[in-house]
C-alpha cells in the first residue's frame, strides 16, 4: 500500500530564508508524488507533480521537490520564503497504479509560519 | 473558468438527522472524488466516480454515506443518521480523466464545513 510520511507539524522560517519541508514516501511500485498547499479557508492548491519524468520537478511560487528514490524522499524546497507562502502543506502519494482508482493518499501536513 | 464548487459552505446539523453536500465539478471533467478532513488532518478518500458509476468507493466509513453522480456532472454526498463523528470539512475534486492512471491533477473545491451537534 501507498503511504507518505510528513516529518515535521510545525516548521518556522524567517522572511528571506530558505524553506524545507520534509516527505518520506513508501510504495511498491513507482509512484505518482505531488505536494498540495492549503490556505486557511481556502481549497487545496497543487503546487507540483512528480510523475516519472524528470526528478527535479518546479512548481509554482518558486517551490520545486526532488523525488530521490534511494532516499524514499520527496522534500519540498523553496530558496526565500515569503509571507504569503504561510499556509499548511500536504505530501500526497497517487494509488492509481494498475487499478480502477486515482485517489490520493495524503500525508499530516505541515504548518508553515513565517516570521517577519 | 469556474473551478469547482460545493455547497453549503458551512452545514450545522443535529445528530441523527440527514444531510446533503452538493459538488459541481470543473465542465467537462470526467471524474470526481469525495474527501473527509478531520481537523489537524490530511484529507482521507472516500468515493471516486468516473461518469456517472463509483469507480472505488471503498473509503465510504460505513453504509450511511452514499454518494451519487446521476449524469455524470454534479455529485451529492448524502449521509444519513449523522453522527457527531462526522464532524469535519468534506473536500470535493474532479479531474479531467485523460492523463495517464494516477498522475491526474486533482482540482479541489473550497469544501462544506459539517458540523453535527
Known amino acids: 500500500a501507498q503511504s507518505v510520511t510528513q516529518l515535521d507539524s510545525h516548521v518556522s522560517v524567517s522572511e528571506g530564508t530558505p524553506v524545507l519541508l520534509r516527505c518520506n514516501y513508501s510504495s511498491s511500485y513507482s509512484p505518482s508524488l505531488f505536494w498540495y498547499v492549503q490556505h486557511p479557508n481556502k481549497g487545496l492548491q497543487l503546487l507540483l507533480k512528480y510523475t516519472s519524468a524528470a526528478t527535479l520537478v518546479k512548481g509554482i511560487n518558486g517551490f520545486e521537490a526532488e523525488f530521490k528514490k534511494s532516499e524514499t524522499s520527496f522534500h519540498l524546497t523553496k530558496p526565500s520564503a515569503h509571507m504569503s507562502d504561510a499556509a499548511e502543506y500536504f505530501c500526497v502519494v497517487s494509488d492509481g497504479h494498475g487499478g480502477a482508482t486515482n485517489k490520493l493518499i495524503f500525508g499530516t501536513g505541515t504548518l508553515l509560519a513565517v516570521q517577519p | 473558468g469556474a473551478g469547482v464548487s460545493q455547497t453549503p459552505s458551512n452545514k450545522v446539523t443535529e445528530k441523527g438527522k440527514y444531510v446533503e453536500l452538493r459538488c459541481d465539478p470543473i465542465?467537462?471533467?470526467?471524474?470526481l472524488y469525495w474527501y473527509r478532513q478531520s481537523l489537524g488532518q490530511g484529507p482521507e478518500f472516500l468515493i471516486y466516480?468516473?461518469?456517472?458509476?463509483?469507480?472505488?468507493d471503498s473509503g465510504l466509513p460505513n453504509d450511511r454515506f452514499f454518494a451519487v453522480r446521476p449524469e455524470g456532472s454534479v455529485s451529492t454526498l448524502k449521509i444519513q443518521r449523522t453522527e457527531r463523528g462526522d464532524s469535519a470539512v468534506y473536500l470535493c475534486?474532479?479531474?479531467?480523466?485523460?492523463?495517464?492512471?494516477?498522475?491526474?491533477?486533482?482540482?479541489f473545491g473550497p469544501g462544506t464545513r459539517l458540523l453535527v451537534l
Open positions: 465542465s467537462g471533467h470526467t471524474a
Open positions: 475534486a474532479s479531474s479531467p480523466g485523460s492523463e495517464r492512471e494516477g498522475e491526474e491533477t486533482q482540482y
Open positions: 466516480f468516473q461518469g456517472t458509476g463509483a469507480a472505488d
